[in-house]
């Protein structure tokens, strides 16, 4: 079995599987004939992992690949425009100008986009969802987060992973509940679960749901 080493201060060994690789932390003086004897006992938990990860991201490989983009939880098709100077998002097709027939372009040219459409269209759905439920928030900002969705800071600042345009509205609308809790509860606390369910008593499988999505904030970097 392949995996990444990372030794560091501290007492016990662990694993787990990051964008189809295995990542093993081990204790510093602990010798590679424990970890193996470790990996061996849990290869049926990262047999499984892995191929959950294969299945997700060939369900993905067309955004993977830049073909397509996720918008609003659909799947739209990246195309690339000779005469176009400007992105155009068209009856649910992404017109790129030719200098985005490379990856690297291309994967610019739509973090750009999605990023413009998101300071647009999260701020209102914080704003109506905030008036609906009542918690108020000090800002609002963009961010580039590599795993995180969200996140609120002690004083109500909210930030939002301009990634989130790409799931579906029902998702977007829990993270937001979600983060708009935290305004009230700064932690992870029966009181905030609460508090989450009050404002979206279907939450549990969307929360759920999300963390098939998680691949996505590793995207377009
Ligand atoms: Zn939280």
């Not at 998101?118 to 580039?144: H, P, Q, Y």
């Not at 590599?146 to 029902?170: A, F, P, Q, Y």
């Not at 009181?191 to 995207?219: D, G, I, N």
Request: glycine fraction near 4%; aromatic fraction near 8%; proline fraction near 3%.
């Amino acid at each position: 079995m392949d995996y990444k080493l990372i030794r560091g201060k501290r007492k016990t060994l662990s694993v787990s599987i990051v964008d189809g690789g295995i990542t093993v932390k081990a204790p510093l003086a602990i010798s590679v004939e424990h970890i193996d004897r470790f990996l061996a006992s849990k290869r049926k938990w990262i047999e499984k992992k892995l191929a959950e990860q294969r299945k997700k991201s060939e369900l993905l490989k067309p955004v993977l690949d830049g073909d397509a983009v996720l918008y609003h939880g659909a799947f739209c098709a990246v195309a690339v425009c000779p005469d176009r100077k400007r992105v155009l998002f068209k009856d649910g097709i992404l017109d790129l100008p030719e200098k985005c027939s490379q990856k690297a372009a291309r994967d610019k040219a739509i973090s750009a986009w999605g990023k413009r459409v998101a300071t647009v269209e999260l701020k209102a759905a914080l704003d109506k969802i905030s008036a609906r439920t009542g918690l108020k928030f000090a800002s609002f900002a963009l961010t580039n987060a590599k795993t995180k969705w969200g996140s609120c800071d002690g004083s109500g600042n909210i930030m939002l992973n301009w990634r989130l345009v790409m799931l579906d509205e029902i998702s977007v609308e829990y993270v937001i509940v979600h983060e708009l809790s935290h305004t009230k509860h700064h932690n992870h606390s029966a009181e905030f679960w609460a508090e989450v369910q009050k404002h979206m008593p279907a939450y549990k499988p969307v929360k759920k749901r999300l963390k098939a999505f998680s691949v996505l904030t590793s995207m377009y970097r």
